[in-house]
């Protein structure tokens, strides 16, 4: 079911994308010696897409996304397959993930207490963000588990009972490939970043594959969610985040 996967998808990553033009891809000659992970800077956020998922039963879906964020306070979204009419609209905060399904009237509006409750799965505002933004997960601390191996730094962070291992460029100082899997055997995510397109001085991925495990009443589950970006802009004045039920 769309609904149920999109929101399992949603629960562990968010979902950004965009639509045309070539990128300018980001580069640099510099390497970082010390582990200086760069974290993406910006008041608003606005963005346009494109989306396929793939979901386990083999039904895929096609379609595109607007999407807008205020950095720390709300991400939202609006996912349109085909001819035009919406089908998801999708508002995430500090202490809430909301969905409206016009496509299969299954609308979700749970705190994150409730969804460590229901999916086991302990979650934030600032997890999801970094996972888009090809942040690490977590802010390093002296309990991680930090090497490095040649062009990256291999990064692993337990936390919430989730074991998250982070290929972190030396280049761009971004995550350019993530795992993730449940201690407990509930569910895993693996997500890889290819390019990162020049947003104002900014490294910030433009395309990205992520795969999704998670056990259901009939076995684990497997869905793949492509994103691919091609329009980003940051702004400094207010966005709008309509939603309602």
């Not at 299969?104 to 409730?114: A, L």
């Not at 490095?148 to 291992?165: I, K, N, P, S």
Request: with cysteine.
């Amino acid at each position: 079911m769309i609904s149920r996967f999109l929101v399992l998808g949603l629960v562990f990553l968010a979902l950004v994308t965009g639509c045309a033009k070539k990128p300018n891809l980001y580069t640099s000659d510099e390497i970082m010696q010390e582990f200086e992970p760069v974290y993406l800077d910006f008041d608003y956020l606005s963005a346009r897409g494109r989306i396929v998922i793939e979901e386990a039963s083999g039904k895929t879906t096609r379609g595109t996304i607007n999407f807008r964020a205020k950095k720390d306070s709300i991400i939202w979204f609006s996912v349109t397959p085909g001819l035009g009419l919406e089908a998801f609209r999708g508002a995430i905060t500090k202490d809430k993930l909301r969905i409206k399904d016009r496509l299969n009237g299954e609308d979700i509006n749970m705190s994150f207490v409730e969804v460590e409750d229901r999916f086991d799965l302990k979650l934030s505002l600032d997890l999801l963000q970094n996972i888009i933004y090809a942040n690490p997960p977590h802010e390093f601390s002296y309990r991680d588990r930090l090497i490095r191996v040649g062009q990256y730094f291999e990064l692993t962070q337990v936390r919430d009972g989730v074991r998250y291992h982070s290929r972190v460029s030396t280049r761009f100082g971004k995550v350019q490939e993530l795992s993730s899997a449940s201690m407990s055997d509930k569910g895993s995510l693996l997500a890889s970043y290819p390019t990162f397109e020049d947003v104002e001085g900014q490294p910030f991925p433009n395309k990205m594959l992520l795969r999704l495990s998670y056990n259901t009443a009939e076995g684990i589950q497997t869905a793949l969610i492509n994103l691919e970006l091609t329009k980003i802009e940051f702004s400094r004045t207010s966005l709008t985040f309509p939603f309602q039920f």
